[in-house]
């Protein structure tokens, strides 16, 4: 298996930063694209920022220049540093990983459990 869990989340306020982590565990033979996604209620979960095994990054166009997305390959762990913080990125940020498990031989999507982010006016 492949394990994802984010911390960092909590309630800041608007201008304010948080610092998003996620780390990979389990039997992982290989852990390419990694990234973050959000979701509110009723919604469809939307892309923040991804990063290749390479280190390229993509961003949302809301998150771009507020947010920085990187990552530590010999520990499995991926961040999300938002600065200047608005209302409208309070959600939840789910930590994404496409990842192979030793025992297989097919690319799969993780998920993590998601981690609250609230920004307050």
């Known amino acids: 298996q492949v394990q994802l869990v984010e911390s960092g989340g909590g309630l800041v306020q608007a201008g304010g930063s948080l610092r998003l982590s996620c780390a990979a565990s389990?039997?992982?033979?290989?852990?390419?694209?990694m990234g973050w996604y959000r979701q509110a209620p009723g919604k469809e979960r939307d892309l923040v920022a991804t990063?290749?095994?390479?280190?390229?990054?993509t961003y949302a166009d809301s998150v771009k220049s507020r947010f920085t997305i990187s990552r530590v390959n010999a520990n499995n762990t991926v961040y999300l540093q938002m600065n200047d913080l608005k209302v409208e990125d309070t959600d939840v940020y789910y930590c994404?990983?496409?990842?192979?498990?030793?025992?297989?031989?097919?690319?799969?999507?993780?998920w993590g459990q998601g981690t609250q982010v609230t920004v307050s006016s």
């Open positions: 994404y990983a496409y990842a192979r498990q030793t025992v297989s031989s097919i690319f799969k999507d993780y």
């Open positions: 389990g039997s992982i033979f290989s852990l390419n694209a």
């Open positions: 990063i290749s095994s390479g280190g390229r990054a």
